[in-house]
């Protein structure tokens, strides 16, 4: 099998680091909206309140899905390079005399 462990271990690494950033970016935005309805808007559950939360829970929704991806996504390339390794390292061990 061709691949580039290098490469590959890169690859895992930015699949973490923007799984990383985009629960850090959650996580923001979660704290702005709360600070934003319990500061800023005291509408109730009419009007620009109602509509805000339910954009924000449609963003949150959408994020954590992505979330979900990345880190299934990182686990199977990791799954793939352990499996390519461990096929490689008896493909050698074959040739061992």
Known sequence: MLYNPAAV???????????????????????????LLKE???SGDGGASAA???KHKTLIDDLDDLLVLLAKGKDNVQAALDKAMATDQKVADDFTW
């Not at 271990?9 to 600070?35: C, F, P, V």
Request: glycine share 6%; charged share 20%.
């Open 9 to 35: 271990n890169a690859l895992i690494t930015e699949l973490a680091g923007y799984h990383k950033d985009i629960s850090t970016e959650r996580h923001n935005a979660e704290t702005a909206a709360n600070n």
């Open 40 to 42: 800023g808007w005291q």
């Open 52 to 54: 805000f939360q339910q």
